[in-house]
T-cell receptor, first 118, second 110 residues
Framework: SAVISQKPSRDICQRGTSLTIQCQVDSQVTMMFWYRQQPGQSLTLIAT?????????ESGFVIDKFPISRPNLTFSTLTVSNMSPEDSSIYLCSVELAGGPEYQETQYFGPGTRLLVL | QQPVQSPQAVILREGEDAVINCSSSKALYSVHWYRQKHGEAPVFLMI?????EQKGHDKISASFNEKKQQSSLYLTASQLSYSGTYFC???????????FGTGTRLTIIP
């Protein structure tokens, strides 16, 4: 597995502002992912962030609203732009690593960023 | 398409067994199981890759049916620490992203 950290852990923001969330991992990884999880709900993939290429966004998510940077193999940022109360959610990053007794690749998650937009 | 999990929620007493199902409308490359406790990140439990596969560790095991469209997670002699929401994450052929199921909330009471 890996140690994955996110900053900030939580924030309260005013509508119309933007917040940048950082994700740092303690080893080099090729694939990083950003998810949104609304309270009591499942995880929804926002985008896949690969180093050296543009992020790939899922249906319903656009770059202007959720710009992503991936400057190297251990770090990524997700910005939530022009926020509205509907953006209140938990945002999680994950990385793909080999793990488990058979070293099969799976995703390991950061602790999440709890965002409340007023 | 999001896989469907059943049941949505279950309450058990310590020592009882639980089965959580994850169903897809199409054949999958793999299924990944996670447990998420309230306020925490999802934690990886296990992956299944092969049709007909069964695997597990300690008192938590899982199966993947021959058609690779359904997986089940088995929790035997449940402990208080097993409480949380369980998610399956499914991976399609040729696509490394996971699509997470609807979730099953498991509550273990003394």
């Amino acid at each position: 597995s890996a140690v994955i950290s996110q900053k900030p852990s939580r924030d309260i923001c005013q509508r119309g502002t933007s917040l940048t969330i950082q994700c740092q991992v303690d080893s080099q990884v090729t694939m990083m992912f950003w998810y949104r999880q609304q309270p009591g709900q499942s995880l929804t993939l926002i985008a896949t962030a690969n180093q050296g290429s543009e992020a790939t966004y899922e249906s319903g998510f656009v770059i202007d609203k959720f710009p992503i940077s991936r400057p190297n193999l251990t770090f990524s940022t997700l910005t939530v732009s022009n926020m509205s109360p509907e953006d209140s959610s938990i945002y999680l990053c994950s990385v793909e690593l080999a793990g488990g007794p058979e070293y099969q690749e799976t995703q390991y998650f950061g602790p999440g960023t709890r965002l409340l937009v007023l | 398409q999001q896989p469907v999990q059943s049941p949505q929620a279950v309450i058990l007493r310590e020592g009882e067994d639980a089965v959580i199902n994850c169903s897809s409308s199409k054949a999958l490359y793999s299924v990944h199981w996670y447990r998420q406790k309230h306020g925490e990140a999802p934690v990886f439990l296990m992956i299944l890759l092969k049709g007909g596969e069964q695997k597990g560790h300690d008192k938590i095991s899982a199966s993947f049916n021959e058609k690779k469209q359904q997986s089940s997670l088995y929790l035997t002699a449940s402990q208080l620490s097993y409480s949380g929401t369980y998610f399956c994450g499914t991976e399609d052929f040729g696509n490394e992203k996971l699509t997470f199921g609807t979730g099953t909330r498991l509550t273990i009471i003394p």
